[in-house]
């Protein structure tokens, strides 16, 4: 009797613990008592500042509470990205417009709920490749993060216009991917000849002897599209709206210590760029590169549009895109 009696003592308090680790892992409400985990994901760029800076700050862990555990993840392209988001590894975070269309038009729960950068993005020849302007690219090899991503399509989009397309849908000028923070050694190597790149790698690039083809204001929609955005999923904004919004408090309050301390910003992104990558830039470097960004919330949903119909006409998409329901600003403040 005392050893059945024992048994049915440590099935109950074995019980009381599993239900407890349960809560912390699986709650989606952030009441008294409870733990959440929500992962925010970005890139070790510069148009990612945002996420490094509120992340330093501890802006999203003071938006979220106590109650929630805020951690980070990063990524080296948007189809990891979009990955991390659909499988629930990540709940939100920061990626170029160009992975959350591709996926959104292939059926997956995504939506846009603040812009974080515009600009960035530069085309740079190797000094080996020969190449002096856009009219010398037929049959070299250019490199970008990944198929379909927002600096190739915009790449493409600007070629497409002076009737120079990839071998993907024809074209000479031949494709790979790759992680930016890699170019350099790629460019020396004469594996490839031109880099769609954003910031601080183009700045990078050129410091080391690359050439600027076609710089951020002359590439399409270079000044104009959001280069990277805040997402989530559809699925989180309809079960918790005042964590979602608190999500974007806090890239808020990211995006507005940048445009109110730009040179502490800089130092926080080198050290935090140092931290994920091992490289640490040049303060003149990062200069250069801050030059070409414009941090912002906003989101041109007509801007968007636009360069969706551009990713379909380059093949990237199979069906021409509709994409009014994929922003939500709505937790914006006014």
């Not at 930016?180 to 460019?187: D, R, V, W």
């Not at 760029?273 to 949903?301: C, F, G, H, M």
């Not at 968007?304 to 006409?313: D, G, K, T």
Request: hydrophobic share 40%; charged share 20%.
């Amino acid at each position: 009797m005392k050893k059945g009696l024992l048994f049915a003592l440590i099935s109950i308090l074995l019980a009381g613990v599993l239900a407890a680790c349960g809560t912390g892992e699986s709650s989606n409400t952030s009441g008294s008592g409870s733990t959440e985990e929500v992962v925010i994901g970005y890139f070790p760029n510069i148009d990612h500042v945002p996420a490094m800076i509120s992340r330093e700050k501890g802006y999203y862990e003071e938006a979220l509470g106590e109650n929630v555990k805020v951690t980070y993840k990063t990524f080296p392209d948007g189809a990891a990205f979009m990955t991390a988001l659909k499988t629930g590894e990540i709940q939100a975070g920061l990626v170029g417009p160009g992975p959350v269309m591709n996926n959104y038009a292939n059926g997956a729960d995504v939506k846009i709920i603040a812009g974080a950068s515009s600009g960035g993005t530069v085309v740079v020849a190797s000094a080996k490749s020969g190449v002096q302007s856009v009219e010398d690219v037929s049959g070299k090899t250019f490199i970008t993060p990944g198929v379909g991503c927002t600096h190739d399509v915009q790449m493409e989009t600007f070629l497409k216009d002076l009737g120079i397309t990839s071998a993907r849908i024809g074209g000479t000028l031949k494709h790979v991917t790759g992680n930016p923070a890699q170019y350099g050694a790629m460019f020396e190597s004469g594996k490839v000849d031109l880099a769609a790149v954003p910031e601080p790698w183009a700045s990078q690039l050129v410091n080391d002897g690359a050439k600027i083809i076609v710089d951020t204001d002359e590439i399409s929609y270079g000044t104009t599209l959001p280069n990277t955005v805040l997402v989530t999923s559809g699925k989180l904004i309809e079960e918790n709206k005042e964590l979602v919004a608190n999500i974007v408090k806090a890239h808020e309050q990211g995006v507005n210590f940048i445009n109110e301390n730009p040179e502490e910003a800089r130092d926080i992104a080198i050290k935090a760029i140092k931290d994920i990558t091992d490289q640490e830039l040049d303060p003149a470097i990062v200069d250069s590169a801050w030059e070409r960004v414009t941090y912002t919330t906003e989101v041109n949903a007509d801007v968007v549009q636009e360069f969706a119909n551009s990713s379909y006409e380059l093949k990237f998409l199979k069906e021409k895109p509709e994409f009014s329901d994929l922003i939500d600003t709505s937790f914006l403040s006014k």
